[in-house]
């Protein structure tokens, strides 16, 4: 019993965890997706409003624009619970800024 319980738990793991992609395909997700957000969705959003967060799957070309990440990504992945999904801002191409401890701005 206490076997199967293990094995259960396994392979409900298993079938939820995905490996993260590699670089490569890092790469061409992010120029599908820097395509989708250019031809389809830059137009459709609203361009004064530039820290919004875009979720993009990069599978289907399907959005969501929401001020909080989180919110975003949970409707869009109620829709495409396997798809591919990109973050960006409204106004820039990367969702976050790192900066290093040392980092003065001028």
């Known amino acids: 019993m206490l076997n199967l319980a293990y094995q ?8 939820t965890t995905r ?6 395909t890092s790469r061409m997700m992010q120029q599908k997706a820097e395509e989708l957000f250019e031809q389809t969705i830059r137009h459709k959003v609203d361009q004064s409003r530039p820290n919004d967060f875009v979720l993009i799957d990069v599978i289907s070309g399907d ?10 990504c949970e409707r869009l992945r109620s829709r495409h619970p396997d798809g591919l999904l990109w973050c960006r801002k409204v106004g820039s191409p990367y969702s976050r800024k790192i900066r290093s401890p040392r980092y003065k701005p001028a």
Do not use: C, L, T
Request: glycine letters at 0%.
């Open 8 to 15: 259960v738990r396994q392979m409900k793991h298993q079938q």
């Open 63 to 72: 959005f969501e624009v929401d001020e909080r990440e989180i919110e975003a």
């Open 19 to 24: 490996q993260p992609p590699d670089e490569a």
